[in-house]
């Protein structure tokens, strides 16, 4: 059984207080810990040789380090994030560079409309480039003040709070602009091309409640 599938399976939570509706969407449950998810072996770098690759309709293909990325503006954000497979977390405090003020560091041309961002060991997920171009969204490389643990997707992760957290890629190695929307690794295997909370976009062609404890099995920080 695939992941959609066994998300499709679990019991769906009771209906949130309406002191919570405008921030906690339907069929999510509210947690403080940060659950740990994600796909294969989690990687480790070298710093010396991280890089980050910009590509596809841009004025000019680049490969960025660490540094340099971190002599751009820095911002902190805090924001709600909410994961497919029903968790939500308030409050959390993300640091990084805005990806707005990124795409103006870098030029994009006006042909790309997509953004294909690729993780470690082959992980991908799509995103409209308007979702990206939000004051919230950010490149981050730290959360609560601290630099991100590891398992969290430090060196660097996107982070984009209005969108179900797969959307939010750990371990970032590239960024593709596109002038077509494509699926990524998720999206190829059952989940919402958009993946927007508040209208329960987790499935392919699906917009409907779903389930509750899978997140609870994982490991938490």
């Given amino acids: 059984m695939n992941k959609a ?18 921030r906690l969407p339907p069929g999510q449950i509210l947690t403080e810990r940060f659950p740990i998810l994600h796909e294969g072996d989690m990687p480790v770098y070298d710093m010396n040789e991280w890089t ?6 841009v004025d000019q293909e680049v490969i960025l380090s660490y540094e340099e990325i971190m002599a751009m503006p820095q911002v902190t954000v ?3 994030i909410h994961c497919v497979t029903r968790w939500s977390r308030f409050d959390n405090a993300f640091t990084g560079v805005r990806f ?13 409309n997509f953004v294909m961002l690729h993780g470690d ?8 480039l308007a979702d990206l171009e939000r004051d919230d ?4 490389h730290s959360f ?28 970032i190695r590239g960024i593709e602009f596109m002038t077509e929307n494509k699926p990524g ?23 409907l409640p779903i389930p509750e404890d899978e997140w609870e099995k994982k490991e938490f920080d």
């Fill in 5 to 22: 599938d066994r998300i499709k399976r679990m019991k769906v939570p009771a209906p949130v207080e309406s002191g919570l509706a405008k």
């Fill in 52 to 57: 980050l690759r910009v590509f596809g309709e």
């Fill in 121 to 128: 060991h082959g992980y991908t997920a799509n995103v409209p």
């Fill in 137 to 140: 969204v950010l490149l981050a």
């Fill in 185 to 207: 690794f998720w999206e190829q295997n059952g989940f919402h091309l958009i993946a927007d909370p508040f209208r329960e976009e987790r499935f392919s062609g699906e917009a």
């Fill in 100 to 112: 707005r003020d990124f795409l103006q560091a870098i030029g994009v041309t006006p042909r790309a």
């Fill in 144 to 171: 609560d003040g601290e630099r991100l643990t590891d398992k969290h997707g430090w060196p660097l992760r996107l982070v984009v709070p209005h969108l179900y957290f797969w959307k939010s890629v750990k371990w």
């Fill in 78 to 80: 805090t924001s709600d």
